[in-house]
C-alpha cells in the first residue's frame, strides 16, 4: 500500500464515481479500478459497494476513507512546513483578524519586531476560516483570530477572552443605563451584525450568543463592516455589539455599555500548525504574556493550553 492507493481510494469515495475519479486523476478508469481491487485484496476487505451508483462504501470502507483523509493531510502539511523551514530567507507571516488592530494586536507585534530585528514579519489581514486554511497550506506561520472552530492539524491557545460592549446612540433610551445591560434588553431593537458575508463570523458568533441566552432577536440587520456598524448607530438607528476595545472608535454621539450577561466575550485565539510550536511562536507568546502582566489582564498562558 502507498500514497496512490489512498489518494485513489478518497477520489473515488469523494466523486462517487469511478469515471469521475478518474477524471479528476487524469488517469484512465481501468487501471483506476485494478488500484483499488489491489488495495481490496490486500486489505483482505470489500471497501465498496459493489453495483452501488452512486458508488458508496462499506462500513469499513468509511473507517478507512476517514483516516486516508487524514494521512494526505498530514503528509500535505508535512511538505509545506519542510519547504517553509527549508527556505532561506527569515520571514515569518502572521495573519489577523482586523477588529485586533483596535486592541493589544499593533503594541504586540511592535515588541515582537524589537525581539527578531532580522526577521521581516509580513501580516496580513483574513477572517478567522481563511487563517485556518492558510495555515494549512503553509501560507502563513501563525495567526490571531476570534472565533471557535474543531481542526485536528490545528494547534490553538486561547489568549483571552474579551469582554464584548453594546455600542448605542448617548440619546437612546438605554444610554441611562450606565452600570451595563442585558441582551435581554436590546433582543426587540436593530441590531446591526457585521459582517455581511459567509457563515462562520462574528455576526454568525453574535447569534449564536442570543440563541445561548435563549434569545432570538427580532430585527437583525447584516453590515459589511464595523466601521460602517458604529457610524449608523452614531447617525442613532439600532445598536450593535462589539468588543471591548473597540471603543478606540469615537464617533460623535457614540456611546458604550457594559454587556452583564454570563459568557458575553469574545476570545482570541493563537493559531499554528501542530507540531509547529517553533521557536518563534515561543517567543511570541512571551511578548504577549508580558504586555499583559504589565497592563494586569488576567491570563496564562502555555503551549499546553489547546483546545481541539
Known amino acids: 500500500m502507498d500514497i496512490r492507493h489512498l489518494k485513489y481510494f478518497v477520489a473515488v469515495v469523494e466523486e462517487q464515481s469511478f469515471t469521475k ?3 479528476r486523476l ?5 487501471p483506476l479500478s485494478r488500484q483499488i481491487q489491489n488495495l481490496e485484496d490486500e486489505l483482505g476487505l470489500q471497501l465498496l459497494q ?3 451508483r452512486p458508488v458508496k462504501t462499506t462500513d469499513a470502507g468509511q473507517f478507512f476513507y476517514q483516516h486516508a483523509k487524514k494521512v494526505l493531510s498530514n503528509i500535505e502539511q508535512m511538505v509545506s512546513m519542510t519547504k517553509r523551514v527549508g527556505k532561506t530567507d ?4 502572521i495573519g489577523f483578524v482586523g477588529s485586533l488592530l483596535l486592541g493589544l494586536l499593533p503594541q504586540i507585534i511592535y515588541e515582537f519586531r524589537k525581539l527578531l530585528p532580522n526577521v521581516s514579519i509580513d501580516l496580513v489581514e483574513m ?5 485556518m486554511e492558510a495555515l494549512k497550506k503553509g501560507e502563513i506561520d501563525v495567526s490571531f483570530g476570534r472565533l471557535k472552530f474543531s481542526d485536528p492539524s490545528i494547534r490553538r491557545i486561547l489568549l483571552r477572552n474579551e469582554p464584548l460592549v453594546l455600542a448605542i446612540n448617548k ?9 451595563g445591560v442585558h441582551l435581554a434588553d436590546i433582543v426587540d431593537e436593530v441590531i446591526l451584525c457585521y459582517p455581511n458575508t459567509g457563515n462562520q463570523n462574528f455576526a454568525n458568533y453574535i447569534n449564536n450568543l442570543f440563541a445561548e441566552h435563549g434569545l432570538t432577536p427580532s430585527n437583525i440587520k447584516y453590515l459589511s463592516n464595523i466601521q460602517l456598524a458604529l457610524g449608523i448607530v452614531a447617525s442613532g438607528e439600532g445598536v450593535c455589539i462589539v468588543p471591548y476595545n473597540s471603543r478606540s472608535i469615537h464617533m460623535a454621539n457614540l456611546q458604550y455599555l457594559p454587556i452583564l ?3 458575553a466575550v469574545s476570545p482570541i485565539f493563537l493559531s499554528f500548525q501542530e507540531g509547529n510550536d517553533n521557536e518563534y511562536i515561543h517567543l511570541l507568546l512571551r511578548t504577549i504574556e508580558l504586555i499583559y502582566q504589565k497592563i494586569e ?12
Open 21 to 23: 475519479a478518474s477524471e
Open 26 to 30: 487524469f488517469i484512465a478508469q481501468p
Open 50 to 52: 459493489r453495483g452501488s
Open 90 to 93: 527569515q520571514t515569518l507571516k
Open 127 to 131: 477572517g478567522t476560516l481563511e487563517q
Open 171 to 179: 440619546y437612546h433610551p438605554l444610554a441611562q443605563h450606565n452600570d
Open 261 to 263: 450577561d454570563i459568557g
Open 297 to 308: 489582564i488576567d491570563t496564562k498562558i502555555t503551549l499546553t493550553q489547546t483546545f481541539n
